[in-house]
């Protein structure tokens, strides 16, 4: 069974348009979606199992192609923590829906690769 660990809630939202993850209630998948704090499926905990997070509205762990555990890191960074070198990414299109990707580090001034934290 697992267990959210704190009752922080959070909104992992993207430097490069202040847009934030939201979980997809039909399928789980996540896409980027203008920035709404009183949207449960934009809301994230971490949970007491391996750095995974699970979504308010969805009840469903952020799993993305084979991750689903994740670590903020230095330079606004959120890393896959089982490939060190693989970094949460998205999609440059600045739109609604605009997809979310993992990939290899990028240089340091990609917007597509800087996240913000944003607890409420």
């Known amino acids: 069974m697992t267990f959210v660990l704190a009752a922080d809630k959070f909104a992992v939202v993207s430097n490069l348009d202040g847009r934030a993850l939201e979980a997809q209630a039909a399928d789980g998948s996540v896409v980027m979606k203008e920035l709404d704090l009183t949207n449960d499926n934009q809301l994230w905990q971490e ?37 060190s070198g693989k970094f949460l990414e998205r999609s440059a299109d600045g739109q609604d829906g605009d997809a979310v990707y993992i990939k290899n580090k990028r240089f340091s001034q990609n917007q597509n690769q800087k996240w913000t934290i944003q607890y409420v």
Request: no cysteine; hydrophobic share 30%; glycine share 8%.
């Open 47 to 83: 949970t007491d199992v391996g750095q995974q997070w699970i979504n308010v509205g969805t009840g469903q762990r952020f799993f993305l192609e084979t991750t689903r555990s994740w670590m903020p890191v230095s330079n606004d960074r959120i890393r896959d923590v089982r490939k």
